[in-house]
């Protein structure tokens, strides 16, 4: 044998060893959901296959890994006959509409089921029971094990061939697993798209201004019927097998035992698939999934029951279009069709101005619905949005209405004139106090440099002067997670300020009893209460009421980093935007944000009223010790964005000079003598100096460094060590003797980061009844688990 020949036969070998084992590693991740290899190395492995197969093409062969994308596009779809034909189900909306359907059943199989009453009552059937996932039925053609072909339902009767397309499907095997399976095999299922999967998608064509997709159904479908198989390999589409079509050879003799073969064979089948013993037990399966419905990974419009018996089946049999065996119990519509009335602009607490959609009152997931949310003027640009226009709402859960598309089908022919007067605009005046509407614009900060580009929102420039912005800053000053004040609802606070008794935060600690003991929903015992709990209020937290006051993108974690850092009230508004971005977690946009809210002249005024009428802020004192010199020379000229100034210049430069004054001051003979500072970043440096409002800027930036304790020269501080400091909890399930908000709050009091996810970092997880993947993945990682009664003990020990 030729040592060519030789190399071509191990290269033979070691393909086969490669393709059987990605084969393995696809099988249990998309399968099995428990991958053995983590990705670098599954890429390692199918870049090794890819190399030998293109050094070797001759050994390439269809049901290889690598051959999931198609070369060439197609001009058109092929047709397929179906064998035995693709038929849809019968629906059921109601629960009586289901005991129909077993009550039927029962009757259709009375001589095969035990002795019962008249009817069958006393005989149950069992059923399988699995989501109806919102994808495109497609079904998979396999001879000897291997894929040969893909095809649509079309109209049950006759499909399309995808065979190309079906193949870049990651999840599909292109060559079943195992053994046993028959010889001619059609598994029929969903192709489908995850949430996850559908929103990545739908960002990515907003980046590259390209079309986005209404719902995963329609990207779904859109995505598996393109005719140039390498946008669908783009596409994160995933299969779920939920039956089979023609068969030739052996199966198992129940629905389930089929998908459990399937599943042995590579098929991915759906996770929720459960066995049903009666209509009653298939109503608490509806139910049980209705309630996890929003929870899953995947759209879903309902639940498929058949009965599980294939025999039974057969008995069964088919009337017009539909088994007599099956049924698809669906959810009601999260999706309808109405027409937009109107278009009206809200004010929010922060003064954004925001489209809303007045609609013909239309029933959404068994909820009427008249009002709908359009985001921003981008959205409706993007929708195309005309007053009149027919569109299609959605509604998942509690979350508010959308319009996701509009039905341009519909659109009456209107003239230029109507064009014109139904086309969506922004006012120019605030619809509730008149002032300005502004677009607001989008500063990127740079070395050197900012850009100024249009924001997507739009504001009213009133701020506490506009009615709508006092009620919302209000209505969030006095929230739980802020100053907690309790008895003020909404209505009662737009109560307030509609009768001028509040016009601004402040003036809630100067409320009489006289004054809202008449007020509606208010009487003695109330007015009482209020007053009492607007006097308790009065000692919050620093951290509590830096979130109370409502600054642009500052929540409650970004108000806690500046409470603990920075420890005083003072420092806090005082800080300049490079001294706020010391903090963890502040960027410069964020930290521009908390100097405009304390530079504002009405906001610094509104502080002060509070502070007047008797707030005592509490866990104010020094500069945690975290951040004492926490600044050094060479980061804080990196953070002052000097043109070609990066990290290892300023570096260079805090060696050679050793203090702000004399880099401020430094000649070109003595930048010269900088080791690896070309004549480019020299130049800059003297540049950005020579600028006397630069040169002042940073001589602030330091002095208030040196003022906060933070500054390179100052003194380091040894930390007073809270019990927990550096440790990262977790907190999951539901924990009974106190909210997780408290837990939250007792562990961050004892120095602990309270963390929303599970890692290899994490210290300790607190799980209560009801904990899912977190806990798993804590045990996974072998982290620490306590239970309430345990963490409360630990509390306790803590004091």
């Given at each position: 044998m030729t040592d060519a020949s030789t190399t071509t036969k191990h290269a033979a070998t070691r393909i086969l060893e490669l393709r059987a084992e990605l084969d393995t590693h696809n099988y249990r991740y998309h399968v099995l959901d428990a991958p053995s290899i983590p990705d670098a190395e599954y890429d390692r492995l199918y870049h090794e296959l890819k190399a030998l197969e293109a050094e070797y093409p001759e050994?390439?062969?269809?049901?290889?890994?690598?051959?999931?994308?198609?070369?060439l596009a197609l001009s058109a779809f092929g047709e397929v006959k179906?064998?035995?034909?693709?038929?849809?189900?019968?629906?059921?909306?109601?629960?009586?509409?289901?005991?129909?359907?077993?009550?039927?059943?029962?009757?259709?199989?009375?001589?095969?089921?035990?002795?019962?009453?008249?009817?069958?009552?006393?005989?149950?059937?069992?059923?399988?029971?699995?989501?109806?996932?919102?994808?495109?039925?497609?079904?998979?053609l396999y001879r000897d094990g291997q894929l040969v072909r893909g095809a649509t339902r079309g109209d049950g009767t006759t499909g399309e061939d995808i065979s190309v397309n079906v193949r870049t499907v990651r999840n599909i095997p292109l060559r079943l697993q195992g053994s046993g399976w028959p010889g001619v095999l059609e598994v029929r299922g969903e192709v489908f798209m995850s949430r996850?999967?559908?929103?990545a998608l739908n960002a990515r064509a907003l980046e590259s201004g390209g079309k986005t997709f209404a719902n995963p159904r329609n990207a779904a479908a859109g995505s598996l019927r393109q005719l140039d198989p390498k946008i669908t390999a783009s596409r994160p589409l995933e299969f779920c097998c939920y039956g089979i079509g023609q068969v030739q050879g052996e199966l198992p003799d129940t629905h389930i035992g089929i998908l459990a073969a399937l599943k042995d064979w590579g098929m991915p089948i759906s996770r929720e698939l459960k066995l049903?013993?009666?209509?009653?037990?298939?109503?608490?399966?509806?139910?049980?999934?209705?309630?996890?419905?929003?929870?899953?990974?995947?759209?879903?419009?309902?639940?498929?029951?058949?009965?599980?018996?294939?025999?039974?089946?057969?008995?069964?049999?088919?009337?017009?279009?539909?088994p007599r065996w099956a049924i698809a119990h669906k959810f009601p519509a999260s999706e309808e069709l109405t027409e937009l009335l109107a278009v009206e602009f809200q004010v929010g607490r922060t003064g954004?101005?925001?489209?809303?959609?007045?609609?013909?009152?239309?029933?959404?997931?068994?909820?009427?619905?008249?009002?709908?949310?359009?985001?921003?003027?981008?959205?409706?640009?993007?929708?195309?949005?005309?007053?009149?226009?027919?569109?299609?709402?959605?509604?998942?859960?509690?979350?508010?209405?959308?319009?996701?598309?509009?039905?341009?089908?519909?659109?009456?022919?209107?003239?230029?004139?109507e064009l014109a007067a139904r086309t969506v605009k922004v006012p120019s005046e605030c619809p509730i106090c008149g002032s300005a509407v502004e677009r607001t614009q989008l500063i990127k900060r740079s070395k050197g440099r900012e850009t100024v580009s249009e924001g997507a929102a739009y504001l009213c420039v009133g701020r506490l002067a506009c009615g709508a912005q006092l009620k919302q800053a209000i209505i969030h000053f006095v929230s739980r997670r802020a100053m907690d004040i309790e008895g003020l609802g909404e209505k009662s606070i737009e109560q307030l300020v509609d009768e001028g008794l509040v016009q601004s935060p402040a003036d809630l600690f100067t409320l009489r009893f006289e004054q809202i003991v008449d007020l509606e929903g208010f009487a003695e015992l109330s007015s009482k209460n209020l007053l009492a709990a607007i006097a308790e209020s009065k000692r919050p937290a620093l951290a509590r009421f830096i979130y109370a006051l409502g600054i642009p993108d500052v929540g409650e974690e970004t108000a806690k980093v500046l409470a603990r850092a920075l420890a005083s009230l003072q420092r806090i508004q005082q800080a300049l935007p490079e001294v706020l971005t010391y903090l963890p977690d502040v960027g410069a946009e964020v930290a521009h944000e908390i100097h405009s809210f304390f530079e504002d002249e009405h906001n610094r005024s509104v502080i002060a009223q509070l502070l007047e009428r008797g707030l005592e802020l509490q866990e104010e004192g020094d500069l945690h010790p975290e951040f004492a010199a926490c600044a050094s020379l060479a980061g804080f000229?990196?953070?002052?964005?000097?043109?070609?100034?990066?990290?290892?210049?300023?570096?260079?430069?805090?060696?050679?000079?050793?203090?702000?004054?004399?880099?401020?001051?430094?000649?070109w003979l003595d930048l010269r003598q900088v080791e690896r500072l070309n004549e480019k970043a020299a130049k800059s440096l003297r540049e950005f100096f020579d600028n006397p409002a630069n040169a002042e800027r940073a001589r602030a930036i330091e002095a208030q460094l040196r003022e906060f304790g933070m500054h390179w020269e100052s003194a380091k501080k040894a930390a007073e060590g809270l019990p927990l400091a550096g440790q990262t909890w977790v907190l999951t399930g539901t924990l009974e003797v106190m909210s997780r908000d408290v837990a939250k709050e007792k562990l961050e009091a004892l120095g602990a980061k309270v963390s929303g996810s599970v890692s290899a970092k994490t210290h300790c997880v607190v799980a209560g009844p009801g904990a899912g993947s977190k806990l798993a993945k804590a045990s996974e990682l072998g982290v620490k688990v306590l239970d309430e009664a345990e963490f409360l003990a630990v509390l306790g020990s803590l004091g």
């Amino acid at each position: 044998m030729t040592d060519a020949s030789t190399t071509t036969k191990h290269a033979a070998t070691r393909i086969l060893e490669l393709r059987a084992e990605l084969d393995t590693h696809n099988y249990r991740y998309h399968v099995l959901d428990a991958p053995s290899i983590p990705d670098a190395e599954y890429d390692r492995l199918y870049h090794e296959l890819k190399a030998l197969e293109a050094e070797y093409p001759e050994l390439v062969t269809a049901d290889s890994p690598t051959q999931r994308v198609g070369n060439l596009a197609l001009s058109a779809f092929g047709e397929v006959k179906h064998e035995v034909p693709m038929l849809s189900l019968g629906n059921a909306f109601a629960e009586d509409d289901l005991r129909d359907f077993d009550r039927r059943v029962r009757e259709g199989l009375a001589d095969e089921l035990p002795a019962g009453d008249l009817f069958g009552g006393g005989a149950i059937v069992e059923y399988s029971c699995e989501p109806k996932l919102d994808g495109l039925a497609v079904s998979l053609l396999y001879r000897d094990g291997q894929l040969v072909r893909g095809a649509t339902r079309g109209d049950g009767t006759t499909g399309e061939d995808i065979s190309v397309n079906v193949r870049t499907v990651r999840n599909i095997p292109l060559r079943l697993q195992g053994s046993g399976w028959p010889g001619v095999l059609e598994v029929r299922g969903e192709v489908f798209m995850s949430r996850a999967g559908f929103d990545a998608l739908n960002a990515r064509a907003l980046e590259s201004g390209g079309k986005t997709f209404a719902n995963p159904r329609n990207a779904a479908a859109g995505s598996l019927r393109q005719l140039d198989p390498k946008i669908t390999a783009s596409r994160p589409l995933e299969f779920c097998c939920y039956g089979i079509g023609q068969v030739q050879g052996e199966l198992p003799d129940t629905h389930i035992g089929i998908l459990a073969a399937l599943k042995d064979w590579g098929m991915p089948i759906s996770r929720e698939l459960k066995l049903a013993r009666g209509a009653e037990e298939c109503l608490d399966y509806y139910r049980a999934i209705g309630e996890k419905r929003d929870a899953l990974p995947y759209e879903i419009d309902g639940v498929v029951f058949k009965v599980n018996n294939l025999t039974w089946q057969r008995e069964l049999g088919f009337r017009a279009r539909e088994p007599r065996w099956a049924i698809a119990h669906k959810f009601p519509a999260s999706e309808e069709l109405t027409e937009l009335l109107a278009v009206e602009f809200q004010v929010g607490r922060t003064g954004a101005v925001t489209p809303v959609a007045r609609l013909k009152p239309v029933k959404v997931a068994g909820v009427m619905v008249s009002n709908a949310t359009l985001h921003n003027m981008d959205e409706v640009e993007r929708l195309g949005l005309m007053i009149g226009d027919t569109v299609i709402i959605r509604r998942a859960g509690d979350v508010i209405p959308q319009v996701v598309q509009v039905v341009l089908e519909r659109r009456p022919d209107w003239s230029a004139d109507e064009l014109a007067a139904r086309t969506v605009k922004v006012p120019s005046e605030c619809p509730i106090c008149g002032s300005a509407v502004e677009r607001t614009q989008l500063i990127k900060r740079s070395k050197g440099r900012e850009t100024v580009s249009e924001g997507a929102a739009y504001l009213c420039v009133g701020r506490l002067a506009c009615g709508a912005q006092l009620k919302q800053a209000i209505i969030h000053f006095v929230s739980r997670r802020a100053m907690d004040i309790e008895g003020l609802g909404e209505k009662s606070i737009e109560q307030l300020v509609d009768e001028g008794l509040v016009q601004s935060p402040a003036d809630l600690f100067t409320l009489r009893f006289e004054q809202i003991v008449d007020l509606e929903g208010f009487a003695e015992l109330s007015s009482k209460n209020l007053l009492a709990a607007i006097a308790e209020s009065k000692r919050p937290a620093l951290a509590r009421f830096i979130y109370a006051l409502g600054i642009p993108d500052v929540g409650e974690e970004t108000a806690k980093v500046l409470a603990r850092a920075l420890a005083s009230l003072q420092r806090i508004q005082q800080a300049l935007p490079e001294v706020l971005t010391y903090l963890p977690d502040v960027g410069a946009e964020v930290a521009h944000e908390i100097h405009s809210f304390f530079e504002d002249e009405h906001n610094r005024s509104v502080i002060a009223q509070l502070l007047e009428r008797g707030l005592e802020l509490q866990e104010e004192g020094d500069l945690h010790p975290e951040f004492a010199a926490c600044a050094s020379l060479a980061g804080f000229i990196d953070k002052l964005n000097i043109p070609f100034i990066a990290a290892t210049g300023a570096e260079k430069l805090a060696a050679k000079f050793g203090s702000l004054d004399a880099i401020i001051n430094a000649d070109w003979l003595d930048l010269r003598q900088v080791e690896r500072l070309n004549e480019k970043a020299a130049k800059s440096l003297r540049e950005f100096f020579d600028n006397p409002a630069n040169a002042e800027r940073a001589r602030a930036i330091e002095a208030q460094l040196r003022e906060f304790g933070m500054h390179w020269e100052s003194a380091k501080k040894a930390a007073e060590g809270l019990p927990l400091a550096g440790q990262t909890w977790v907190l999951t399930g539901t924990l009974e003797v106190m909210s997780r908000d408290v837990a939250k709050e007792k562990l961050e009091a004892l120095g602990a980061k309270v963390s929303g996810s599970v890692s290899a970092k994490t210290h300790c997880v607190v799980a209560g009844p009801g904990a899912g993947s977190k806990l798993a993945k804590a045990s996974e990682l072998g982290v620490k688990v306590l239970d309430e009664a345990e963490f409360l003990a630990v509390l306790g020990s803590l004091g």
